[in-house]
């Protein structure tokens, strides 16, 4: 049995349209459920129908007093333990209400919402195939829809008012609507900020549905929507950014080259409300930020709520105010995890490592962070680029031959490349630089036939660069003896794969086993991760079994896509949002990508969207499907039919043709 619900539904004028809604809302509802509209000053019929409907309890203003108010006044006349706000310009079929309500078991949830044709935001439904003016087909539509969703669920952060569930004294304890928010809009958003904020948890009920006119108030009453949007819109973000927590940034002065802080820390004053440099090089002067020995220092010169730890090589990018504003009013623990985007030089180009997350912002008077905790946040608001030293300009033929052989490895032509690496090893300078190799690496894993050979013959001093040669070449006895004396996760790496190769799974595991967490770690998921694929995946589920929860291989499943195989990406997406990173699931990633094949990419998407009822994997379904070739549609129209039929209407996608 579901508890109790209060139905309230302000209207002004438009009594065709009202009487519609209460129309198919009656039969809908259970002998302890009640009704209140409140008359929002009708000059119409809306006043003398609504008193020939005494199953409604009816509250009557003189004028309009907004939208906000006459829900606050329906739900203090409320008798339900829940509220349903809906709008008049609704239509409902049976088993909405109690799909709504069902929810509300969890006594975390506070609120919850429909999904519908006309709704901005993931509760929006692209293809609805009925004629809601005839209510039959309306009603096994609905019946159909809820059966093909049914219990699914969906914690988010905004739901729409239009037909908005609350738990009434969540509502009470915050207040009830701002009513400063005139006539209506943004008040729902405001509202929902508010509600996360005093601890609930908002829901998508996917398998209730509420089909939704639209705008029809206004329209009625010859009103701009959209100004009055935009006013509203405006308040709301004001009474956001007031509200916001102050944030800090906290540098590593030890990691700045030479005179290259005073940049790093005015650069930072831009962005930060204060900025603390900590193990600044000694005589460092004309720093705009406040100077302290070590990082257990900086919570005791801040006056900010949050700090987020950074490095001058590092970058920050992305929305700040947002950041400030979740910091300020989401439940959060001390600690919270942002994604950092590694990007490493060779050359005059950045080659793409790993985006992974890491505890990089804490609640003031904490310590500095960690390793992250089972119930550490992650937020995407934000992102920090790192950077692991400056590109250079070509100036010499051995260089300027090195950037050739990197740029046809990108080509996908490693032995192509090999000539313009030996040319670049005449220069003995050159050889022994990062660069040079780092090329050298690039073009072993991508595969040059003859790699090993070339590299015994230029560079038989560099055992672990043979060692890895000699590992695809098919000879994995060979490549362990040159990488017995070598150190590190790099050379650990290519350990296991030599011993994986040999089929000796024990002494493989064995080698991945010294790596141990933190930075190594990291850079082993890095390297195997730019090994062939199906190499890489045995990799990431081995380091999974010895670092179950890893932030950095979780990373590694990130990155490896689609490139293993649509099992694994799910199996990896599963693992990520079980982890609290949804934004780094590889199905979506992978179906956004446009270097992906369009079949792979609709692939993604339905699968995406039978898993976790992702709104955004429609959308990137929508963009790939014209890109398909003619010899492709038919596998991709089975395939979504199979995964995820409500994806497609005719055999094509539907896309987005009701306002949002």
């Not at 990291?522 to 090994?531: E, F, I, K, P």
């Amino acid at each position: 049995m579901r508890p109790p619900v209060t139905v309230v539904i302000p209207v002004w004028n438009g009594w065709d349209v009202t009487a519609g809604c209460l129309a198919s809302l009656r039969p809908t509802l259970s002998p302890s459920d009640d009704v209140v509209v409140v008359d929002n000053g009708s000059e119409d019929a809306t006043a003398a129908m609504l008193r020939a409907n005494p199953w409604v309890t009816v509250i009557t203003n003189p004028t309009n007093l907004g939208f906000a108010r006459a829900c606050n006044q329906g739900a203090a006349a409320a008798a339900g333990e829940l509220i349903v706000f809906l709008n008049n310009d609704t239509v409902l079929a049976p088993g909405w209400l109690d799909r709504l309500a069902a929810p509300f078991r969890d006594p975390g949830v506070v609120g919850a919402g429909p999904r519908s044709n006309f709704v901005s935001g993931p509760q929006m439904v692209h293809a609805t195939a009925y004629d809601v003016a005839d209510a039959a087909a309306y009603r096994a539509w609905a019946d159909a829809w809820a059966a093909e969703h049914e219990a699914q669920v969906e914690v988010v952060h905004r739901l729409v008012g239009f037909c908005l569930a609350v738990r009434r004294a969540a509502f009470a304890a915050i207040g009830g609507f701002d009513e400063a928010f005139e006539i209506g809009s943004y008040e729902d958003d405001d509202l929902c900020c508010r509600l996360v904020e005093h601890g609930g948890q908002l829901v998508i009920a996917h398998d209730a549905f509420v089909h939704h006119i639209g705008h029809r108030t206004f329209d009625v009453n010859g009103l701009d929507w959209r100004a009055i949007e935009s006013a509203n819109g405006v308040r709301f973000l004001q009474k956001r950014q007031a509200a916001a927590a102050t944030l800090a940034a906290a540098v590593d002065g030890s990691t700045c080259p030479e005179g290259r802080l005073p940049a790093c820390t005015a650069r930072l004053g831009e962005l930060f409300d204060e900025v603390v440099v900590y193990h600044a090089p000694a005589g460092a002067s004309g720093l705009d930020a406040t100077v302290v020995r070590e990082p257990g220092d900086v919570a005791g010169v801040t006056t900010a709520a949050w700090t987020l730890w950074t490095s001058p090589d590092e970058e920050v990018t992305g929305d700040l105010d947002t950041l400030r504003a979740i910091l300020a009013h989401r439940p959060l623990p001390d600690s919270v995890c942002l994604p950092v985007r590694e990007l490493h030089g060779g050359g005059t180009t950045w080659r793409e490592g790993l985006t992974h997350y890491t505890p990089r912002v804490t609640r003031r008077g904490g310590p500095p962070p960690s390793t992250p905790g089972p119930g550490c946040a992650a937020l995407c608001e934000v992102m920090l680029v790192r950077t692991d030293g400056p590109l250079c300009t070509p100036s010499t033929d051995a260089e300027r031959a090195l950037e050739q052989a990197a740029t046809v490895v990108v080509l996908g032509w490693p032995d192509f490349a090999l000539p313009y690496l030996e040319l670049a090893a005449d220069d003995p300078v050159v050889r022994r630089g990062a660069w040079w190799h780092d090329v050298a690496t690039g073009i072993v894993l991508a595969g040059a036939a003859s790699a090993a050979e070339v590299l015994a013959r230029l560079a038989p001093e560099d055992q672990l660069l043979c060692g890895m040669a000699r590992a695809r070449a098919g000879d994995p006895r060979g490549a362990l003896a040159l990488l017995s004396g070598c150190h590190g996760p790099v050379a650990a790496v290519e350990r296991w794969r030599a011993l994986d190769q040999a089929g000796d799974a024990p002494a493989a595991r064995a080698a991945l086993a010294a790596v141990g967490d933190g930075p190594a770690l990291l850079s082993a998921v890095d390297h195997g991760c730019r090994d062939d694929p199906a190499v890489a995946a045995r990799l990431l589920e081995v380091l999974w079994a010895a670092y179950p929860g890893s932030h950095a291989v979780l990373a590694g499943g990130s990155r490896l896509g689609l490139t293993a195989g649509l099992e694994a990406a799910l199996e990896w997406a599963h693992r990520l949002r079980a982890h609290g990173l949804p934004a780094a699931c590889p199905l979506l990633l992978g179906a956004a990508d446009v270097a992906v094949p369009p079949l792979e990419r609709v692939r993604a998407a339905a699968v995406a969207w039978a898993a976790f009822a992702e709104g955004t994997a429609r959308q990137l379904l929508e963009r790939a499907w014209p890109e398909l070739r003619e010899t492709d549609a038919t596998a991709a129209q089975a395939f979504v039919l199979a995964v995820a039929p409500a994806l497609l209407s005719g055999g094509a996608p539907v896309h987005a043709g009701q306002p949002s």
